[in-house]
């Protein structure tokens, strides 16, 4: 008898009843919140939908694009909660009703608007309506509630048994547990304060022992945190980068990883001029909008590298990726930043590299953005450019060495030239070759344009070298007119080093004439990084090769900073998108979309669109129906000599790669 009347017993009859109390109000007040969050949450996702199924709907229903509509109405139906679907015209006739695998008893039916936005003006195109099933919301909600109850019963249960342990509680314990931190303290692995509410001597000491265990640990943070951040700034430092690009590539050795480097420019100015404690101010107010604008762009990691260089990290990041990042980056710092009163506008070079693609470890990863950022420097500040594998990873040896081999290449007729068919999609046949240069080494055999073209471009011998391609290319067209290819067109790839060294257009003028050639045919493809502020000089050459009859073409679009000004602005014909668009495969849905959009906006602009980098059937097919003009890839055929490429013109490939390889 005198067992349920222990202390022990009388607390639990005392709390028991309390805890129940506070465990069914809570119960039931976390029940009704969970389903109002649960309503909001799934009226926000129908809005959702809503919105964007009509935006989407918007060109396919003026256009009444049918397989568009139903790609889209495939896209609404894989959404758990969609039912039916219908859509209206503009005069409220239903133009598509469908039922969806999922039915529901008392469907909840939303509307929006579909309006199409042209240059002029808006125009209501129809309705789109879906039917939304809210039982789901109601099993969700059940299962919730049941979950909260067992929770809530586990609660009570562990509130009773440690409430039967109170007073079992003895000075051992409190002891051990003392030991224990000690063990967790020497071992590194932080202080771990000790719950306890022992009373007398043995109370005292175990406060004070976990008082002095906290302020260890807190130092032994502080320590920590210093060493992996900025004084200045608080972003990480460079050894915190070093071990965040440490731990990434060791757990996800297999994701990408995108870095973006700034650099101020002249900062070096802003100190002599305003003082090192305005300049440290300056670096502050850097940081916080960077914050800012990393908190809005999904951004990984923030570094201040050291001084005036500040590193942003992107997850999953591509290169298309890297540079919208760039130009958004650019955007939050074009407005002023003050010191005192005074009005101070900052600009920035900035670099970017990939992992894996550009370096596997954190060390020559780190290398490769400086050195990006370093070649933005060497040709003008203010710029963004991804890191290019370049002569800059050769050994100064073995760069001393091609250089020279280009030279004898050059001399003692070792270079070739490869060129790989463009098919006309509109004619069914091979309409044009793109020019590629080749270089055969008496030792060592084939040597990758990889390796020798960045080693003619940073000697300068990329100048003699294209003039070489140029009229050994217009030679071969020349060729091709007498064998009764004379509608057939030829592209040769053009350097920022070749137009920056001047005479290109009067060379190009002369061997024209010499080969008695029509300018007409002739495309000659630019890199985006080309278009990125061109000078006063490549914009009168670009100007002077569209007079000479020459189309341009802008060649791997979508790789670099790609922007809509310069392709209204500047005299472009031809857009070639980069094999990037097209390796995704047929399943990667978000390239498709990107491809198809470049397509349709190089139409709407009245310009060509090359795609590159077939390589099989269903990428042919998947192009071909997005309308692109011309396809290029080993589907159809493999960069070749000139004679294996005029025996292919009687071929005509359409669904087999050609034989060999050069």
């Known amino acids: 008898m005198r067992r349920w009347l222990s202390l022990d017993w009388l607390f639990v009859l005392r709390i028991l009843p309390v805890s129940l109390l506070i465990a069914v109000a809570l119960s039931g007040f976390q029940a009704w919140q969970l389903q109002a969050n649960f309503t909001r949450e799934l009226e926000y996702k129908e809005s959702e939908l809503l919105r964007i199924g009509a935006a989407l709907l918007a060109s396919p229903m003026w256009n009444m694009d049918e397989t568009s509509i139903q790609a889209l109405v495939d896209v609404l139906y894989a959404d758990d909660d969609v039912t039916s679907v219908q859509i209206l015209d503009s005069s409220g006739n239903v133009v598509y009703a469908s039922q969806g695998s999922k039915s529901s008893l008392q469907p909840l039916w939303r509307s929006a608007p579909i309006v199409f936005n042209d240059d002029y003006r808006a125009r209501e195109t129809g309705e789109i309506r879906l039917a939304f099933s809210r039982e789901q919301l109601g099993e969700s909600i059940k299962a919730a509630v049941l979950n909260i109850f067992l929770a809530v019963g586990l609660m009570v249960l562990l509130i009773t048994w440690l409430s039967l342990r109170f007073h079992y509680r003895h000075v051992i314990t409190p002891l051990n547990a003392i030991l224990s931190a000690m063990r967790h303290l020497r071992s590194g692995e932080g202080f771990r304060p000790i719950s306890t509410r022992a009373a007398g001597e043995v109370g005292d000491a175990l406060r004070a022992f976990n008082t002095l265990g906290v302020q260890l640990d807190e130092a032994q943070r502080e320590i920590d945190y210093q060493t992996r951040h900025d004084r200045l700034t608080q972003l990480y430092n460079r050894t915190g980068l070093s071990e965040a690009l440490d731990e990434w590539i060791a757990t996800q050795p297999q994701r990408g990883l995108g870095l973006l480097q700034l650099d101020i420019n002249h900062f070096r100015w802003i100190n002599e001029s305003y003082g090192q404690q305005a300049g440290n101010a300056l670096l502050v107010d850097i940081a916080e909008r960077l914050k800012q604008s990393a908190l809005q762009s999904n951004a990984s990691l923030l570094t201040r590298l050291g001084g005036d260089e500040f590193v942003i990290t992107f997850a999953d990041a591509d290169a298309s990726t890297l540079a919208n990042q760039a130009a958004q980056l650019r955007e939050a710092l074009q ?266 906006m190089g139409h709407a602009l009245g310009l060509s669109v090359t795609v590159e980098g077939i390589e099989t059937s269903d990428q042919a097919s998947r192009f071909i129906a997005m309308s692109a003009d011309h396809l290029q890839g080993f589907h159809y055929a493999r960069p070749q000599d000139g004679e294996n490429f005029a025996h292919l013109l009687t071929v005509q490939p359409t669904q087999q790669s050609s034989p060999p390889t050069f």
Not at 422 to 448: C, N, T, W, Y
Not at 514 to 531: G, K, Q, S, Y
Not at 537 to 549: D, P, S, V, Y
Request: aromatic letters at 8%.
């Open 335 to 600: 407005a002023p930043f003050f010191i005192g009163q005074e009005e101070l506008f900052v600009s920035f070079t900035m670099g970017g590299a990939l992992y894996p693609r550009h370096a596997h470890t954190t060390e020559s990863l780190v290398k490769a953005l400086v050195l990006a950022v370093q070649n933005v420097k060497s040709i003008g500040r203010g710029q963004y450019r991804l890191y290019q594998h370049s002569a800059s990873r050769l050994p100064a040896s073995d760069m001393i060495i091609l250089e020279r081999d280009l030279h004898h290449a050059l001399s003692e007729g070792h270079l070739r030239l490869a060129f790989q068919p463009i098919f006309g999609v509109d004619l069914g046949k091979v309409v044009g070759a793109e020019a590629l240069l080749r270089m055969v080494h008496p030792q060592r055999g084939m040597i990758s344009p990889a390796t020798f073209i960045p080693v003619a471009e940073e000697s300068g011998l990329i100048v003699p070298i294209g003039q070489w391609v140029v009229d050994q290319g217009l030679a071969w067209l020349k060729r091709m007119d007498a064998q009764g290819h004379n509608e057939l067109t030829l592209s040769f790839n053009v350097s920022a080093r070749q137009l920056h060294a001047g005479g290109f257009v009067e060379a190009l003028r002369r061997s024209l004439k010499v080969h008695d050639v029509p300018a007409e045919r002739i495309i000659l493809e630019m890199t985006e990084n080309l278009m990125l502020n061109p000078e006063p000089a490549i914009l009168e050459q670009f100007a002077a090769l569209r007079a000479l009859g020459c189309r341009l073409a802008i060649d791997d679009f979508g790789t670099g900073y790609s922007s809509l000004s310069y392709l209204q602005k500047l005299p472009f014909d031809i857009i070639k998108i980069d094999r990037s668009f097209v390796q995704g495969g047929p399943k990667d849905e978000r390239h498709a979309l990107l491809a198809s959009a470049i397509i349709e």
